[in-house]
């Protein structure tokens, strides 16, 4: 069965970087496109960016651009993304989310990952 | 960039009734819509995708609808499993503010 396994809550001060890992089972890691979207307190989803996990392609919310950066390594089957220059509104729940190439809905997504941004 | 407005923002219902929920987007987007449901410390569930078709596994009570720049989530008769904040997505990632759907 497909999985997106994220790594576990982090606490960062501001002005750090955190990285959050997504590893994927259960189907073939280069068929698909894998996002990033976060959901601060209350608020609503917020997508990121998303990378092509075949071809390493890229693309960026403009929100977001220069301050993410979202990899792969196909050996480890596994999506990352880092985010750099952390501040409090940074603080929310990171979702990564697995898209059919071409596709533009999500139909697996991870647990989420607690990002908290706190001096 | 284009918009995404769902209304209302929280709906009060009760088991059994019929619930419609509206997603406008601010410029026409075909049928390029997704909705997905989400329960309190979950991930979102995808539950409908190109604007009317039923993800695999979701009940039938659902149904989606629309083109262009309105759509509608219709849940035919209220389950209790069913009470959730729904979002809808447009093809550019961005998503509505939620409904919540909660107990009457």
């Known amino acids: 069965q497909v999985q997106l396994v994220q790594s576990g809550a982090e606490v960062k001060k501001p002005g750090a970087s955190v990285k959050v890992s997504c590893k994927a089972s259960?189907?073939?890691?280069?068929?698909?496109?894998m996002h990033w979207v976060r959901q601060a307190p209350g608020q609503r989803l917020e997508w990121m960016g998303w990378?092509?996990?075949?071809?390493?392609?890229?693309k960026y919310s403009q929100k977001f651009q220069g301050r993410v950066t979202i990899t792969r390594d196909t050996s480890a089957i596994t999506a990352y993304m880092e985010l750099s220059s952390l501040r409090s509104e940074d603080t929310a729940v990171y979702y990564c989310?697995?898209?059919?190439?071409?596709?533009?809905?999500?139909?697996?997504w991870g647990q989420g990952t607690l990002v908290t941004v706190s001096s | 960039d284009i918009q995404m407005t769902q209304s209302p923002s929280t709906l009060s219902a009760s088991v059994g009734d019929r619930v419609t929920i509206t997603c406008r987007a601010s410029q026409g987007i075909d049928n390029w819509l997704a909705w997905y449901q989400q329960k309190p410390g979950k991930a979102p569930k995808l539950l409908i995708y190109k604007a009317s078709s039923l993800e695999s596994g979701v009940p039938s009570r659902f149904s989606g609808s629309g083109s262009g720049t309105e759509f509608t989530l219709t849940i035919s008769s209220l389950q209790p499993d069913d009470f959730a904040t729904y979002y809808c997505?447009?093809?550019?990632?961005?998503f509505g503010g939620g409904t919540k759907v909660e107990i009457k």
């Open positions: 990378i092509k996990a075949g071809d390493g392609d890229t």
């Open positions: 997505q447009q093809f550019n990632s961005y």
């Open positions: 259960g189907y073939t890691f280069s068929s698909y496109t």
């Open positions: 989310a697995r898209s059919l190439l071409g596709e533009p809905w999500y139909d697996y």
